[in-house]
């Protein structure tokens, strides 16, 4: 029987940040005294999903800049988490019952570094509900989406053998290029954050869903629908 493996996003997927991370982009920027104009907020926006040094070292060029941008950047998101502005979008723990429930591995993967990874999971108690959860620096190769790194190394690490047992679920076009690159039995787009249905439909997903509370229900079906194919 097909034990899928679900690699899930965390910001805009199944957490609501309500504007956050674009919140602690422009306070790590102003914090090296850089100015934050509408094309480098364009630019935050067409690449969430991606590793948080590799945009800033996209954007400020410079590779010491970056990681110093990416620690004012953490340190910015773990204030506004504490402030409670940041929650899971509702029914999202039920989903993760219901996955587990069918027997379903689940790994939670991001941009974030592992310090904001791990405020958030703790946060908002979300460590009984998965089996692991990834930053690029954790995975083998340590890039960062769109490369199948994260995605691989949960396939690894949970055991699985076949990369088709891979479901891979986001909200950004970066989330399910990932899934494209690990060659993912299952690419599930949402609505939920920061890409449009046409921006996720430029990438071919298999399914683009409005919630990831709907994903069990398609998650069961593909699976179901693999046992009867190959027996």
Known sequence: MTTPIV???????????????????????????EQVDGSILDYVRDTMGKSKIEVFTALLGDEARARSATAFFEEAYGRILESGAVQLFSGVQEALRDLREM?????????FGAPTRL??????????????SLSPADAFGGRGRP???????????????????????GDTT???????????????????GAHTREQLLSIEPDFILDSVVELPTVVREWAEMRDAIHG
């Not at 027997?103 to 941009?111: D, N, R, V, Y």
């Not at 405020?119 to 692991?132: C, T």
């Open 147 to 169: 490369a199948p790194d994260m995605l691989l190394t949960a396939l690894i690490m949970l055991g699985g053998t076949d990369v088709r047992d891979l479901v891979a679920c």
């Open 103 to 111: 027997g379903a591995l689940i790994c939670l993967t991001t941009g």
């Open 7 to 33: 690699c899930l996003d965390i910001a805009g997927t199944i957490v609501q940040d309500e504007g956050a991370v674009e919140s602690a982009f422009q306070q790590a920027f102003e914090s090296l005294d």
């Open 119 to 132: 405020a958030l999971i703790e946060e908002l108690r979300l460590a009984s509900l998965i089996d692991v």
């Open 174 to 192: 970066s989330d399910l290029l990932a899934g494209h690159n690990a060659g993912a039995g299952l690419t599930v787009g949402v609505t939920s």
